[in-house]
């Protein structure tokens, strides 16, 4: 038997899960309601809330998978990428939590968290998972990347986003809008009373498989800012058509490469997986073009899509068995890459 703590504080969601034998028997998040009046994260105050709640989360994490401490055998935690003050706190969370109980540490790294997170099994609840190698399409606030999984711990990016990422174009672009944060989510539900084809705006043409997201949202910007001269009441009078147009851009983007990136591996195993995978627009365009290019799809389930501790306690498991520990000496790091 092999029982895992795992810790996500990469950003302004604390979170704790509890895994045994790969089966996650709890996963707790408390979210920060208090970065909505700021139009995004604020990096001191999702700090401070991380304090507040990274012990009560971790208790009600230990509580509802009904285990005692003395049963945890290893801390898998995340390490980075993400802001490095919240992630202070969980690094330095679980290196007190191994002291005192002399368990090993595990480091985890966010983004392969959340291709991981197809792995994520259930009490009671059956679960598909891809089989080695398959495509992933990681979408996040802050990343966006084409990666190929040739299994549980060895992952090759073959694109990535050169500048913005797609959840940040849609959280700015909300925030253009005046909608309040995060915009992602909200820009989805406007939408899908919206027409798509209404508005046009800029698709970058960038070479091989990478990204690019900033040309978009400065077209975005200077649209709205024309049309408001003309009429103040623009984007009250056009908001689902605005909404709607944007989001199938986005997913139009995203889609293009990843058919590529298919077709250039041969690979028809497809997940996608970060915050941004939950859309709508993007989900139902996956499976529309796996419906014509015979891919089969994985996409986790929207409460291990979000930030979450089960990614990375499932991601600590696969670690804990191939022996992939860390020592007390390891420190957060808020930029990385995938390797």
């Known amino acids: 038997?092999?029982?895992?703590?795992?810790?996500?504080?990469?950003?302004?969601?604390?979170?704790?899960a509890i895994l045994k034998d790969g089966v996650v028997l709890s996963n707790i998040i408390a979210s920060q309601k208090v970065h909505e009046a700021y139009g995004g994260v604020v990096p001191e105050l999702a700090s401070r809330a991380h304090q507040q709640n990274i012990i009560p989360v971790v208790s009600e994490a230990i509580r509802k998978a009904g285990i005692g401490i003395q049963d945890i055998h290893a801390i898998a935690y995340t390490r980075g990428p993400g802001l490095l003050g919240s992630l202070l706190v969980g690094t330095s969370f679980a290196k007190g939590f191994a002291i005192a109980n002399r368990i090993p540490m595990i480091e985890v790294n966010h983004l392969q968290a959340h291709i991981l997170a197809n792995f994520i099994k259930e009490p009671g609840v059956e679960?598909?998972?891809?089989?080695?190698?398959?495509?992933?399409?990681?979408?996040?606030?802050g990343n966006s990347q084409?990666?190929?999984?040739?299994?549980?711990?060895?992952?090759?990016?073959?694109?990535?986003?050169?500048?913005?990422?797609a959840g940040e174009a849609f959280d700015k672009c909300a925030k253009v809008m005046g909608l309040p944060y995060p915009g992602g989510p909200v820009i989805d539900r406007l939408a899908k009373t919206g027409n798509p084809d209404r508005f046009v705006f800029n698709k970058p043409q960038i070479p091989g498989l990478d990204y690019s997201f900033s040309g978009l949202k400065t077209s975005f910007l200077y649209f709205i800012r024309d049309e408001l001269?003309?009429?103040?009441?623009?984007?009250?009078?056009?908001?689902n058509d605005l909404c709607?147009?944007?989001?199938?851009?986005?997913?139009?983007i995203l889609l293009t490469k990843l058919k590529k990136a298919a077709r250039q591996t041969g690979i028809r195993q497809i997940a996608i997986g970060g915050g941004v995978s939950a859309n709508s627009a993007l989900q139902n365009a996956v499976h529309k073009e796996a419906e014509k290019s015979g891919w089969e799809v994985f996409i986790p389930r929207l409460g291990f899509s979000l930030d979450n501790a089960g990614m990375v306690a499932v991601t600590g498991y696969y670690k804990f068995l191939a022996g992939q520990f860390v020592g007390l000496d390891a420190i957060p790091f808020a930029r990385t890459i995938l390797e």
């Open 146 to 165: 084409l990666i190929v999984v040739h299994d549980y711990l060895d992952m090759e990016m073959i694109g990535q986003t050169i500048d913005d990422a």
């Open 244 to 252: 709607a147009s944007l989001q199938k851009t986005v997913v139009d």
């Open 1 to 16: 038997m092999t029982v895992i703590l795992g810790i996500e504080s990469s950003c302004d969601d604390t979170s704790a």
């Open 229 to 239: 001269k003309k009429n103040p009441d623009f984007i009250a009078e056009n908001l």
């Open 127 to 141: 679960s598909r998972q891809p089989s080695f190698p398959f495509l992933t399409l990681l979408v996040s606030g």
